[in-house]
């Protein structure tokens, strides 16, 4: 009985392989594509958020002038749009290096999904 469970095991593993060696081409093209995405999508909402917030401040400074707020919200406005600001440009670098990444080293970045950095 332990002979026969041996050999099913020995040829699952045969099996499973030949699965992955047939596979692995596919999962690293996909893992490529989907990284490329991910980060393409990050780089715009990243240069959205940069470009979005000092256009906030402005559009609000210019509405307190108009209304003459006691500048408090204008205040509260800048505040978020400066944090939005840097987020935004932490997220356009960092998505912008993971992008060139992809494209120009591709082995290196399949490796570093693969550890797991």
Known sequence: MNDELQEQL????????VFV???APLIAQEMLAWGFWVHLLGLIMGVI???????VIWW????GIKRDWDGEPVAAVTACSAVVFVIGLIAACHNGY????????PKVYLLDQFLGR
């Open 10 to 17: 020995v040829e699952y593993l045969k099996r499973g392989g």
């Open 21 to 23: 060696e047939e596979q």
């Open 49 to 55: 958020a940069t470009v979005g917030a000092p256009l």
């Open 60 to 63: 609000m400074i210019a509405q």
């Open 98 to 105: 993971m992008l060139l990444q992809v494209c120009i080293a």
